[in-house]
């Protein structure tokens, strides 16, 4: 008797995290047609192929950061349209996740320009934001830059789902987008959430002017951590004006769908993130995106500080894909 047939489902593949470089770059390289059939599989293995979970972000307290991200436009080191801000009211957050929950979300982000988590009253205050979030039955992630292990408790504590810190690009590059903080300080804050445990949400960046060699250095670095992120944004660059960004070349489309693929067969059973950028992308390229195994996208006008799809145009191309919201868990 087949294992079907005695009602035992087929073994899942084994999730890995030996994963060479050279592995990944032989996956990578594929043919778009291979990759995108591999990248199938391994996502109809573990999810659900017709749907896509909602996301909203929000930003809690903007600019004015310490940090010099060559890509960020909330950094205080470059001059850009943003307009700094204090750490929003509680109750202001709590009501823009019910309308995201209204909309759809069942996961809510809330991001902070901070280098660092500090204690004191504005992480209180987050600390009731992250409890009355999840109250109303909603995923509840938070970025908010590095944090020690008894922030991280107190976090998990406060009931938050997920915290978000992402690697962006590979160990060599990261030296040329980021000065302010390195490699094992994003490391670390990743193991203290982790060890408290609350769900890990990494990604990086695609589009920062890095090599192939960078992005095969960032998808092993996130594939080497065991366990996986249960979360992988993969954000196309958003060149933001008074960045130092700002005048790159746009990214190929196809270099995008092709790294998402890859993050989909390393990490099978991730939630694989299509991030910010997505309102540079075409209608297809998103399709495929989808194809590649992405299996989340935020929604809403804003991200943080930049402009996304607006609502009505996201329902049209969800609806041409015959896409559904996944509902909570
Ligand atoms: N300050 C915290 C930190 O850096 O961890 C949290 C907020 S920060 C805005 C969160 C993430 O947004 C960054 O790690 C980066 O990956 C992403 N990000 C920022 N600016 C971006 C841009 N212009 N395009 C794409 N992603 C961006
Ligand atoms: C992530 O990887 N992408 C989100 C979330 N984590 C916090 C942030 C994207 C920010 C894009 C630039 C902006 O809107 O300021
Ligand atoms: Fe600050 Fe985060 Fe922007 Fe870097 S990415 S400048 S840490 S807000």
Same mark, same amino acid.
Request: one cysteine or more; glycine letters at 8%.
């Given at each position: 008797?087949?294992?079907?047939?005695?009602?035992?489902?087929?073994?899942?593949?084994?999730?890995?995290? $030996?994963?060479?470089?050279?592995?990944?770059?032989? =996956?990578?390289?594929?043919?778009?047609?291979?990759?995108?059939?591999?990248?199938?599989?391994?996502?109809?293995?573990?999810?659900?192929?017709?749907?896509?979970?909602?996301?909203?972000?929000?930003?809690?307290?903007?600019?004015?950061?310490?940090?010099?991200?060559?890509?960020?436009?909330?950094?205080?080191?470059?001059?850009?349209?943003?307009?700094?801000?204090?750490?929003?009211?509680?109750?202001?957050?709590?009501? #823009?996740?019910?309308?995201?929950?209204?909309?759809?979300?069942?996961? #809510?982000?809330?991001?902070?320009?901070?280098?660092?988590?500090?204690?004191?009253?504005?992480?209180?205050?987050?600390?009731?934001?992250?409890?009355?979030?999840?109250?109303?039955?909603?995923?509840?992630?938070?970025?908010?830059?590095?944090?020690?292990?008894?922030?991280?408790?107190?976090?998990?504590?406060?009931?938050?789902?997920?915290? +978000?810190?992402?690697? $962006?690009?590979?160990?060599?590059?990261?030296?040329? =987008?980021?000065?302010?903080? +390195?490699?094992?300080?994003?490391?670390?804050?990743?193991?203290?959430?982790?060890?408290?445990?609350?769900?890990?949400?990494?990604?990086?960046? =695609?589009?920062?002017?890095?090599?192939?060699?960078?992005?095969?250095?960032?998808?092993?670095?996130?594939?080497?951590?065991?366990?996986?992120?249960?979360?992988?944004?993969? +954000?196309?660059?958003?060149?933001?004006?008074?960045?130092?960004?700002?005048?790159? $070349?746009?990214?190929?489309?196809?270099?995008?769908?092709?790294? =998402?693929?890859?993050?989909?067969?390393?990490?099978?059973?991730?939630?694989?993130?299509?991030?910010?950028?997505?309102?540079?992308?075409?209608?297809?390229?998103?399709?495929?995106?989808?194809?590649?195994?992405? +299996?989340?996208?935020?929604?809403?006008?804003?991200?943080?500080?930049?402009?996304?799809?607006?609502? $009505?145009?996201?329902?049209?191309?969800?609806?041409?894909?015959?896409?559904?919201?996944?509902?909570?868990?």
């Amino acid at each position: 008797m087949s294992q079907k047939d005695a009602g035992v489902s087929p073994a899942r593949t084994a999730l890995r995290h $030996d994963w060479t470089r050279e592995q990944i770059r032989g =996956i990578y390289r594929q043919p778009l047609p291979d990759l995108l059939y591999s990248a199938q599989k391994a996502h109809r293995e573990f999810h659900d192929p017709r749907r896509v979970q909602f996301c909203r972000l929000l930003s809690i307290k903007t600019g004015g950061c310490p940090e010099d991200c060559t890509y960020c436009p909330q950094s205080a080191h470059y001059t850009t349209e943003v307009s700094r801000g204090g750490l929003l009211p509680v109750d202001e957050v709590v009501e #823009f996740a019910e309308r995201a929950r209204s909309e759809g979300a069942t996961r #809510f982000c809330m991001g902070a320009a901070w280098r660092q988590v500090q204690d004191g009253e504005d992480f209180e205050n987050i600390l009731k934001m992250v409890s009355r979030v999840a109250r109303l039955g909603m995923e509840v992630c938070c970025s908010l830059g590095m944090l020690d292990d008894s922030q991280a408790g107190r976090l998990a504590d406060a009931g938050l789902t997920a915290y +978000n810190h992402n690697l $962006d690009t590979s160990p060599e590059f990261y030296g040329q =987008i980021i000065t302010t903080r +390195n490699y094992d300080d994003r490391l670390r804050t990743l193991a203290s959430v982790r060890k408290a445990g609350v769900t890990v949400c990494c990604g990086g960046i =695609i589009g920062l002017g890095e090599s192939e060699g960078d992005r095969i250095g960032l998808l092993h670095q996130l594939s080497s951590l065991d366990p996986h992120p249960e979360s992988v944004p993969i +954000n196309a660059l958003v060149r933001v004006a008074g960045t130092p960004l700002e005048h790159l $070349d746009a990214l190929d489309p196809l270099v995008f769908v092709r790294t =998402i693929a890859t993050a989909r067969i390393l990490m099978p059973a991730s939630m694989v993130r299509l991030s910010a950028g997505r309102k540079a992308l075409s209608r297809e390229a998103v399709a495929l995106c989808f194809v590649a195994g992405a +299996n989340s996208l935020f929604i809403g006008e804003k991200l943080l500080t930049t402009p996304n799809p607006e609502p $009505d145009d996201d329902a049209a191309m969800l609806q041409s894909l015959g896409l559904e919201p996944l509902p909570l868990q």
